[in-house]
């Protein structure tokens, strides 16, 4: 090689690495859970899960792309979800899809879909998943989060609603949240838009007072500027004549019933008239989910309540996607929001249970074998951690030290010839010799004595 195609080639290579992308990152609005989270996430998830399958909830898990047309339809075209925050786009086909910002629209659909109007009744379904909301990010408020979602579909009692609001109430409280859950009845949607009428002449007197957004609420989502959270517009909601006042006499006495179940429970809930939920296909209950942090920290700029969820009724959902008339009742509950209020609140939830037993391999053969080592302990019960990429036995202790493990095995080639193993205490640093057949049964006696 020339002195002159060596320099070409260093150019090019300077040129090339100039030229390097810079590496990606994250999605704004995105996130990863890292394992040192994910215990957090286990235990919101998990005892949800439970929960809802000891009291009959079948787990669906419906697509995280649907048209986009089920979306619009049943949470409605001018509600912030649909007007600003949905992420749609055409698909190589040419039909417009979009990432699920919610999944009861989806429940429905499923419903409709499956016939599941010919089972027995009522059809109690949840999950537990992503959704995606193009919002602006902030505390709390992401692109992408996650939901506890669960339906009750083909029953209008009252009891429903019940069931509903204290269930939410029964996991949040057994992941030590202490919560307060706003109810209000929207109505039905002839007395409600009746309701609406009488709140826009309300607010058109006072047009000017209005924050930008809800200039545009008053002539499309009226209902939405209830529950603004724009301190002027607040303050009018505040003399604004009240929809408990204007409910037709059956959502009277529905809302009335379901308060009195409430009331036979020992869920902590109020009444809340501005709760109007931020999609359309509500009629009578609608309720939020609020934990209270600020009484259990020091620090009172902490004491803002978190919204961790909200549900209702949605009586004609089913219907407008064409099925069979069939009552439905749900919540949603943002894990994201749960674990923010877990953490805010000092807890820490027990952490995965502690490896018991250290693997440590000498020599190529040994290495080979490890893995069937590790398999027959893993499968005897044993809680077993290895480093298959360590070699030496120091490093390979000082890994089981840091772990905390209670005993060590040792495989190197001699033991694999003799078909023995090495047990060690990692308390003492006393080793005994075991049979390689034997290893498990030896184990098991040893921690049994531990306990
Ligand atoms: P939602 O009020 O839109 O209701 O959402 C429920 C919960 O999801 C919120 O209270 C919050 O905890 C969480 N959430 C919503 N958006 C975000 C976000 N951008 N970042 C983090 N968390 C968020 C519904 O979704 C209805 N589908 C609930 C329902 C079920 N109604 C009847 N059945």
Same mark, same amino acid.
């Given at each position: 090689m020339t002195a002159d195609t060596q320099t070409k080639k260093t150019k090019q290579a300077g040129s090339h690495a100039k030229r390097t992308p810079k590496p990606p990152k994250l999605l704004r609005g995105f996130r990863d859970i890292l394992p040192e989270d994910s215990i957090f996430w286990q235990h919101a998830k998990q005892t949800a899960f439970s929960t809802l399958l000891d009291y009959g909830y079948g787990e669906i898990d419906t697509p995280m792309l649907e048209q986009t047309s089920l979306f619009k339809r049943t949470i409605g075209e001018h509600t912030d979800i649909v007007s600003k925050e949905m992420f749609t786009f055409e698909d190589k086909g040419g039909d417009s899809v979009t990432m699920r910002p919610e999944f009861t629209a989806s429940f429905?659909?499923?419903?409709?879909?499956?016939? %599941?109007?010919?089972?027995?009744?009522?059809?109690?379904?949840?999950?537990?998943?992503?959704?995606?909301?193009?919002?602006?990010?902030?505390?709390?408020?992401?692109? *992408?989060?996650?939901?506890?979602?669960?339906?009750?579909?083909?029953?209008?009692?009252?009891v429903a609603d019940a069931e509903i609001i204290f269930l939410s109430y029964l996991i949040c409280k057994q992941l030590g949240l202490d919560i307060s859950i706003h109810v209000n009845s929207l109505g039905t949607p002839e007395s409600r838009e009746e309701y609406v009428g009488i709140l826009k002449e309300y607010f058109k007197s006072k047009r000017r007072l209005l924050c930008e957004d809800c200039k545009k609420r008053l002539t499309k989502n009226t209902l939405r500027i209830l529950d603004c959270k724009e301190e002027e517009c607040n303050q009018l909601a505040q003399s604004a004549p009240q929809l408990v006042d204007h409910l037709d006499e059956e959502s009277k006495q529905h809302f009335v019933a379901v308060l009195e179940h409430l009331d036979e429970s020992e869920v902590p809930y109020e009444l809340n008239p501005y709760i109007v939920r931020g999609l359309d296909y509500y009629n009578r209950t609608a309720f939020e989910i609020f934990a209270k942090i600020g009484e259990h920290t020091e620090d009172q700029s902490e004491s803002k309540p978190i919204a961790l969820g909200g549900g209702g009724r949605y009586d004609g959902l089913v219907e407008l996607l064409g099925g069979r008339e069939t009552p439905g009742v749900g919540v949603a509950i943002g894990i994201e929001r749960i674990i923010d209020a877990i953490k805010k609140l000092g807890q820490k939830p027990t952490s995965q249970k502690k490896p018991q037993v250290f693997l440590a391999q000498l020599g190529e053969e040994a290495t080979k074998?490890?893995?069937?080592?590790?398999?027959?302990?893993?499968?005897?019960?044993?809680?077993?951690?290895?480093?298959?990429?360590?070699?030496?036995?120091?490093?390979?202790?000082?890994?089981?030290?840091?772990?905390?493990?209670?005993?060590?095995?040792?495989?190197?080639?001699?033991?694999?010839?003799?078909?023995?193993?090495?047990?060690?205490? %990692?308390?003492?640093?006393? *080793?005994?010799?075991?049979?390689?057949?034997?290893?498990?049964?030896?184990?098991?006696k040893r921690l049994k004595k531990g306990i």
């Open positions: 429905a659909r499923a419903y409709v879909e499956h016939g %599941m109007f010919n089972r027995p009744q009522p059809v109690k379904l949840f999950s537990i998943g992503p959704a995606f909301r193009y919002d602006r990010p902030q505390a709390g408020r992401f692109r *992408q989060f996650n939901q506890i979602n669960f339906e009750i579909f083909g029953n209008d009692h009252p074998h490890a893995f069937t080592l590790f398999e027959t302990l893993r499968t005897a019960g044993i809680r077993t951690r290895a480093n298959f990429a360590k070699s030496g036995l120091k490093e390979q202790l000082e890994h089981a030290d840091k772990l905390g493990v209670l005993y060590a095995v040792i495989l190197g080639q001699k033991e694999l010839l003799d078909e023995t193993v090495i047990i060690r205490d %990692m308390e003492n640093g006393i *080793q005994e010799v075991v049979d390689l057949a034997k290893i498990a049964e030896e184990l098991k």
